[in-house]
């Protein structure tokens, strides 16, 4: 008889996509309230004419189909389509502190936001309050401040071009370059350390290399649950032959088979596509190691090959004409034991090397990465070692080749082409002064680790977030918490309630905004807002539903206000014309930066236009003016790798979860149904620890600064596919284990995939800020404050 498995958990052998992501959407469509409403406005999503998908960055084809939308994409339409409100009405009847015990899935599903609100300590609610009336309270407060630089300005991936451009132009009238935003929490070693190794931290493919490549090598990404439009061209390169190497700790079935919702026969046959040609699991952690294995195998084998005469199997002309440090690199791979390669990566020399004949074998390569290359404290090593392989057979600037790094929200790289950035350039910094007479400030400011280090220090004493849940998707909760309760004022711009909201400071204001979704109708008339993809396409969204209340604003009017109340006379800027005219943003936007030439014309054509992309054109904007072999000295080592009773933990998105953002409580590819509270571990370690599944377990931080509350408690332990010595669970329930300190030094991301934890039996509760839950985070005792632990080391002052 086969042992009974904890309640929840069970088998899902379909493939991805499929009758279950047709099923999954009708469920979403009837939660949402929107069974007849939703079909026409989901056919409207990433056409021409119509609205960008508010979630993720993948890009439009240039013929779209019937319907260009796919299960998650959907799931964040309903969600911000939804008849639900959230008004007056509602805060009427909870307190804030009543709010608190709910669970962050309860809070979003709620609805929309309606009205502008005020927090009142006295009746521990929010009360309507008058727009102006916030506005000039607003502006008082920020007046009073000691310094500009203790305002921080977050911004979310959501935020359109306009939105994202007139905020960083209030912030550096104001004062500061303390912009930190959802980019440093995913991307910023993309940002970071592509730019060193080929001048420009953006990927260098368009859609249309897909179909002319001959490898594909997936790394660190599940594109069926985050960008699942992405399956569309990796199930058409593997209908057409092309190899995919797939690099990942867990199997994602999305990258092992495939049943594409567009394909009639697919469908009707219930048959699918297999999608990875080969599957390596490579350890939690263990990417740098990997793929230096990898370039080491190719280096041999390329010396094998030239020593008999054989063709070779690196580009050399490439290598010799547009690169430097080739030599450096090469005398560091072949110092480098394989018995070190292969302890850190995971992964078995033959492996590598099997990889790296495969990639010898290709004429055009990509290589497709996300978060699960970046978050970890070798984030930017991971992407200047993908950027190594690439360059050494010249996979970058010619078709069907490229990096290809997969962003998360729909415009986390627009956002920061328009000068979302805590470290600007000075040249971007001269033309703002030059097109708007004012002196920019020049030193850096903060990121989001630094943010929440001033807060919780009280360095910082006020916040404006344009959207998103920075402390729910920030590190740390434990010193997020008590840092937005010691602020004097938090301003948050936002469509539906959220935690973070529920941290109230001495001020606090919650604004609605409009959605992608939404009709944004200004003085000038209807409006269209513009958001840049992962490949560098800038296009128009256009919303068309009529807003949740007349009250709700979009965000570029609320920016608009805000700084206009507190700038006051020391701006020469008509905020009022650029509220009322977004063409106007767009023109401001061309004059700082010339890539935009002829924007608004050129946003009016169907798909809009492409950004000049240096690297893609084979010019290096790096200081050697070429593209430079970066040298990862050390393979992942710390304090706790020589403990056997230490794992490697990764977070995990569940499938019905977009961010911090849970549409639902199943993750059915992983077989999890109804609930969030489990720890993925593998039956060896299962039984090596002592262990069985569905024993309910504690799981604390393994690293020095780990303290009592750094712990996420009572998850229940599910046998699964993981490599030794690893484990997985839910984001954001995981947070508490990441401290501010454990991230990236070179770009300060928190390092979410690969955090060192230790497993005990569960024990009692700790009285802590939050729990995790069957349905998620629910908060407890929201007047506690916890420890604030150690000071972080090297952040900016």
Known sequence: MAKQRPDGIRAYEDPAGGWGALKALAVALKDQQLVVEGIPTLLKQNQPEGFDCPGCAWPDPKHTSAFEFCENGAKAVTWESTPKRVGPDFFAQHTVTSLWECSDYWLEDQGRLTHPMRYDAQTDKYEPVDWQVAFDDIAAKLDALDDPNQLELYTSGRASNEAAFLFQLFGRQFGTNNFPDCS?????????????????????????????????????????????????????????????????????????????????????????????????????????????????????????????????????????????????????????????????????????ERIAADYAASNATIVCYGMGITQHVTGTANVQQIANLLLLKGNIGKPGAGI???????????????????????????????????????????????????MRDGRAKAVICLGGNLAMAASDPQACFKGFRRLDLAVHLATKLNRTHLLTSKTTYLFPVLGRTDSDIQASGRQALTVEDSMSMV????????????????????????????????????????????????????????????????????????????????????????????????????????????????????????????????????????????????????????????????????????????????????????????????????????????????????????????????????????????????????????????SPVSLID
């Open 404 to 454: 290809c790094p997969l962003r998360g929200h729909s415009n986390v790289q627009g956002d920061r082409t328009v000068g979302i950035t805590e470290r600007p350039s000075e040249a971007f910094l001269d033309r703002l002064r030059d097109v708007f007479g004012f002196e920019p400030p020049r030193a850096f400011g903060h990121s989001v680790v630094d943010s929440i280090a001033a």
């Open 539 to 790: 296009h128009a969204s256009r919303g068309f539903l009529t807003p949740p209340s007349d009250q709700v604003r979009s965000e570029v009017a609320i920016l608009a206000g805000i700084a206009k109340a507190t700038l006051r006379s020391k701006s020469r800027v008509d905020w009022d014309a650029l509220a009322g005219n977004y063409d106007l943003i767009r023109d401001a936007i061309e004059e700082v930066f010339p890539d935009f030439e002829a924007y608004n014309d050129r946003i009016r054509k169907p798909g809009g236009f492409q950004l000049p992309n240096s690297a893609a054109m084979r010019i290096w904007n790096t200081p050697t003016g070429k593209a430079n072999f970066a040298i990862f000295a050390g393979l992942e080592e710390d304090e706790t790798s020589t403990d056997r009773d230490v794992l490697r933990m990764t977070s995990l998105r569940a499938h019905d979860q977009y961010n911090t953002t849970i549409y639902g409580l199943n993750d059915r590819y992983r077989g999890v149904f109804g609930r969030r509270d489990v720890l993925f571990l593998n039956p060896k370690d299962l039984a090596r620890l002592g262990f069985a599944e569905g024993d309910v377990v504690d799981v604390a931080t393994a690293l020095d600064y780990a303290r009592p509350d750094r712990v996420v408690q009572a998850l229940t332990l599910v046998s699964y596919n993981l490599p030794d010595g690893c484990c997985a669970s839910y984001y954001p329930e995981i947070q508490p284990l990441v401290a501010l300190e454990f991230r990236d030094p070179e770009c300060l991301t928190p390092s979410y995939k690969s955090i060192p934890v230790k497993v005990t039996a569960a024990r009692a509760p700790l009285a802590a800020d939050r729990a995790v839950g069957r349905d998620g985070i629910v908060g407890r005792e929201p007047g506690v404050e916890t420890a604030t632990g150690p």
């Open 184 to 352: 440093n929490m995913c991307h910023e070693p993309t940002s970071v350390g592509l730019p060193r190794s080929i001048g420009i931290g953006k990927g260098t493919v368009t859609l249309d290399d897909f179909d002319k490549a001959e490898l594909i090598i997936s790394m660190g990404h599940n594109p069926g649950t985050n960008h699942p439009r992405m399956m569309t061209p990796l199930r058409n390169a593997s209908r057409r032959g092309v190899k995919i190497i797939v690099l990942n700790p867990l199997k994602e079935r999305a990258l092992e088979r495939f049943e594409a919702p567009q394909a009639p026969l697919e469908m009707a046959t219930t048959s699918s596509t297999p999608i990875a040609s080969c599957y390596f699991q490579v350890k939690v952690g263990g990417d740098a190691a990997a793929l230096k294995g990898i370039c080491k195998a190719l280096v041999a084998a390329d010396k094998v090959a030239r020593a008999a005469d054989l063709a070779p199997l690196l580009d050399h002309t490439f290598i010799v004409g547009h690169t430097a440090g080739f030599d450096a690199l090469v005398d560091d791979l072949e110092g480098c034991s394989w018995s070190a390669i292969e302890r850190a990566s995971g992964l078995p020399r033959a492996d590598m």
